[in-house]
């Protein structure tokens, strides 16, 4: 079964970066897609960025485009979520995960998720 770790959360102020990490285990890359998704209080879950698994093909939520940047490191079994620009509006927790179903990203950043993690809570204030 799918695991998967976050870290990398934090307190920025808006116009800063932070880089989001997640760490999988028990994890086909060469099949599985994976990406994250957030979720705001009191909003429904949104489909941020997702990368797939052959042709390491990178996909984002427009709210995203242009400021965040997916890539994965397979040796270390580690997506990477890269986030410049913040703005207050990207506040929310982060979780990584499996799109459903799980070879490809699409499903993902329409709001179908197969595996997630605990999530990290990602606040941009000043």
């Known amino acids: 079964q799918v695991q998967l770790v976050e870290s990398g959360g934090g307190l920025v102020q808006p116009g800063g970066s932070l880089t989001l990490s997640c760490e999988a285990s028990e994890f086909m890359w060469e099949y599985y897609a994976i990406g994250w998704f957030r979720q705001a209080p009191g909003k429904e879950r949104e489909g941020v960025s997702c990368?797939?698994?052959?042709?390491?093909?990178?996909y984002y939520g427009d709210s995203v485009k242009g400021r965040f940047t997916i890539s994965r490191d397979i040796a270390k079994n580690t997506v990477y979520l890269q986030m410049n620009n913040l703005k207050p509006e990207d506040t929310g927790i982060y979780y990584c995960a499996t799109p459903e179903p799980v070879y490809y990203c699409h499903g993902l950043l329409n709001g179908d998720f197969g595996s997630w993690g605990q999530g990290t809570q990602v606040t941009v204030s000043s």
């Open positions: 990368i797939s698994s052959t042709s390491g093909n990178t």
